[in-house]
């Protein structure tokens, strides 16, 4: 069973990862794209954020004893059916275990434009759906 504390500590691993992932921000893309020990770092914290927020609806929904998900990517629209979070934005959270995927199983090569663009404009995502999951009681 998955108490309140599971769920803050699913929040701060998730926060930890998005402020690492701050850092790389400085790099141009093709800076990213040019060093592979960079490129690396940042696909794996990209994923470890990702994972953190799978994690995190996970608990919730083990918490709220909701219907348990099938796939990772169900758990977000979980959320949206018990009226959590609304259901685009499910669908953006869905899109990124798509990505968590490929850079998990290495399914093909990252294109270093994808993270780049994930870096600057969809870690807000994570960020939102963090500030939602923390009013949870």
């Known amino acids: 069973m998955t108490d309140v504390n599971v769920i803050e500590n699913k929040i701060s691993a998730a926060r930890k990862y998005l402020k690492i992932l701050e850092g790389f921000k400085r790099y141009s893309q093709s800076e990213i794209a040019g060093d592979i020990t960079v490129k690396g770092a940042l696909e794996r914290y990209l994923y470890l954020a990702v994972q953190a927020a799978i994690d995190l609806a996970e608990a919730i929904i083990a918490y709220k004893k909701w219907r348990k998900p099938s796939t990772m990517g169900e758990s977000f629209l979980i959320l949206s059916e018990e ?14 275990v798509g990505f968590r995927n490929i850079i998990a199983h290495d399914y093909e090569e990252v294109d ?3 993270v780049y663009g994930i870096l600057h404009s969809e870690l807000k995502d994570i960020e939102d759906f963090i500030e939602i999951c923390s009013r949870i009681q």
């Open 112 to 114: 270093s434009s994808i």
């Open 83 to 96: 009226g959590l979070i609304d259901s685009k934005f499910a669908k953006k959270l869905s899109q990124m």
